[in-house]
């Protein structure tokens, strides 16, 4: 088998194709690709090419049908940067609740000045927050990610609800049982402190959380989506936290509008980007073209 990497891809799976399996810096003798973020919409596909492996969850940056049409298997690593992903929602679910980087912010205009400490304690109420003990946090999406926030979220003491009509009988066995059920959309939104996304992109999700969906939310509620950027409508969050609706917004995704509003917390897509995660990814996207390969004729 012949392989090509469209990004950077951790060697400790590379390192587990030994013989049989070339790489190639040419896509068009590849019969596999490893990707990771690069966009292949707009890539000839060859027709040697039989697979495709993603080191990541999302496959929004793969032509699905354009594969399928061509008989090209897709691969993702469903849960292999799961941990990465949970820890820094947990950290976009602080940073949502007291104002960590606006403090920190201050404290290093501060330098040099005298007496800090004594001003820090005259400034601080500026950058406090709530704590989430006791909040409800609603979790769209029961999947790898969204099943290890909703138990890290119940052992912080959250009051955790988690909407996915199709979870799967595995991610079930995995769930807190004292995650509750919600059987709605809209119990989510009426009932939520904090709400959490954790679907795929596709065209049925994309932009549902917007001036609708956001109405229908409890006033200050807290967003953060660490799923894909383009699940929120821009245009629509922005307006919601101006007037106060939305207390605050943490995203894994930058956009230019998003970078100075207020409110926004803008993090450069850093929820996978851990070594653990990438070996991890790495490793399973190798793995599974491996065993491809074993029975591709
Ligand atoms: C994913 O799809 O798994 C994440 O966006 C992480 C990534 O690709 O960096």
């Not at 976009?92 to 606006?102: H, N, P």
């Not at 998003?258 to 917390?265: H, S």
């Not at 653990?276 to 399973?284: K, P």
């Given at each position: 088998m012949k392989y090509t990497c469209l990004n950077p891809i951790a060697s400790v799976g590379l390192d587990q194709f030994t013989e049989g399996y070339e790489k190639t810096?040419?896509?068009?003798d590849a019969d596999a690709v490893l990707v990771r973020s690069a966009a292949m919409h707009d890539l000839?596909?060859?027709?040697?090419?039989y697979a495709v492996a993603r080191a990541g969850a999302g496959v929004n940056n793969i032509p699905l049908d354009k594969c399928a049409e061509k008989g090209i298997v897709v691969f993702n690593t469903p849960g292999a940067n799961a941990n990465g992903v949970k820890e820094l929602v947990i950290a976009?679910?602080?940073?949502?609740?007291?104002?960590?980087?606006?403090g920190v912010e201050w404290a290093k205009s501060e330098a040099g000045s005298e007496d800090i400490a004594k001003k820090a304690e005259k400034e601080k109420k500026k950058f406090a927050g709530c704590e989430l003990m006791g909040k409800k946090l609603?979790?769209?999406?029961?999947?790898?990610?969204?099943?290890?926030?909703a138990n890290v979220a119940e052992c912080l003491g959250m009051d955790v609800y988690g909407y996915d009509p199709y979870i799967s009988v595995d991610a079930a066995w995995k769930l807190s049982r004292a995650v509750k059920h919600a059987a709605t959309l809209d119990d989510i939104y009426a009932n939520c402190d904090y709400i959490?996304?954790?679907?795929?992109?596709?065209?049925?999700?994309r932009g549902f959380i917007n001036a609708e969906t956001i109405a229908k939310m409890k006033n200050s509620v807290r967003?953060?989506?660490?799923?894909?950027?383009?699940?929120?409508?821009?245009g629509d969050i922005i307006n919601a936290l101006a007037d106060g609706k939305v207390a605050a917004y943490a995203t894994d995704f930058l956009k230019d509008e998003?970078?100075?509003?207020?409110?926004?917390?803008t993090i450069p897509h850093l929820g996978a980007s851990t070594p653990?995660?990438?070996?991890?990814?790495?490793?399973?996207a190798v793995d599974e073209l491996k065993d491809l390969s074993l029975i591709h004729i």
């Open positions: 810096e040419k896509m068009e000839e596909l060859p027709d040697g090419l976009g679910m602080l940073l949502a609740s007291r104002d960590i980087i606006g609603g979790i769209i999406g029961l999947g790898a990610i969204g099943i290890q926030v959490t996304l954790h679907v795929p992109l596709t065209d049925e999700t967003i953060l989506n660490f799923a894909r950027g383009e699940l929120v409508n821009t998003l970078i100075d509003a207020t409110g926004v917390i653990e995660s990438e070996d991890n990814c790495a490793v399973m």
